[in-house]
């Protein structure tokens, strides 16, 4: 959709609830959620470093898992980092 960080802003900057962005499978992706007001994505992929970059950047981030392997390995990030505060 054309414009979507534009749209999650505004709903960020309006109300107070909860804004996410999906189909994210990049670190520019990240940079637009991020400057969108997200609070979390949603990954179409499992991508360990991407998933470790946006968690350090204060996002929850919710990977695609199709094996039990990248499973395992998505609960262990998930479990053992916590976003950092956005500044």
């Known amino acids: ?18 804004v996410g ?4 499978v990049d670190a520019e992706h990240l940079n ?5 007001g997200a609070e979390l994505v949603v990954m179409p992929i499992f991508d360990r470093e991407l998933i470790e970059l946006g968690r350090a950047r204060g996002l929850e981030v ?4 199709t094996t039990p ?14 976003p950092t505060i956005k500044e």
């Not at 962005?21 to 994210?24: A, G, H, R």
């Not at 637009?32 to 969108?36: I, K, N, Q, R």
């Not at 919710?62 to 898992?65: G, I, K, R, T, Y």
């Open 69 to 82: 392997n990248e499973l395992r390995e998505a609960m262990k990030l998930v479990l053992s980092t916590t």
């Open 1 to 18: 959709i054309p414009f979507v960080a534009e749209i999650a802003a505004e709903i960020a900057d309006r109300t107070e609830a909860t």
């Open 62 to 65: 919710l990977p695609c898992v």
């Open 32 to 36: 637009l959620a991020l400057a969108a």
């Open 21 to 24: 962005l999906s189909d994210v």
